[in-house]
Nanobody, 122 residues
């Protein structure tokens, strides 16, 4: 079984910064993509940022230039540095990982963390 645990959420004022972390643990051979999603009240969950094992990244337009996703492959950890936060960034942020459980296989399994609340006050 694989478990993702997020940390680093909280309450911050507009213009402030937060750094989210997500650690994956369990029977992991390797992790392909890791990413961050968010879901605000009454809205659908959306991809915020993703990073593949080679380091390529992808961001939703609304966070480009403000958020930075990174990962430490040795620690099975993904980070999201969030700067210049805005009230519209308020949401529950979820970690997601595409995990390969066994060597010599190409099948991956997708896992979610439990979410961490980010609240940006105006």
């Amino acid at each position: 079984q694989v478990r993702l645990v997020e940390s680093g959420g909280g309450l911050v004022q507009t213009g402030g910064s937060l750094r989210l972390s997500c650690v994956a643990s369990g029977s992991i051979f390797s992790i392909n993509a890791m990413g961050w999603y968010r879901q605000a009240p009454g809205k659908q969950r959306e991809l915020v940022a993703a990073i593949i094992s080679g380091g390529s990244t992808n961001y939703v337009d609304s966070v480009k230039g403000r958020f930075t996703v990174s990962r430490d492959n040795a620690k099975n950890t993904v980070y999201l540095q969030m700067n210049s936060l805005k009230p519209e960034d308020t949401a529950v942020y979820f970690c997601n990982a595409d995990v390969r459980l066994l060597p010599g296989t190409i099948r991956t399994y997708n896992y979610w963390g439990q979410g961490t609340q980010v609240t940006v006050s105006s």
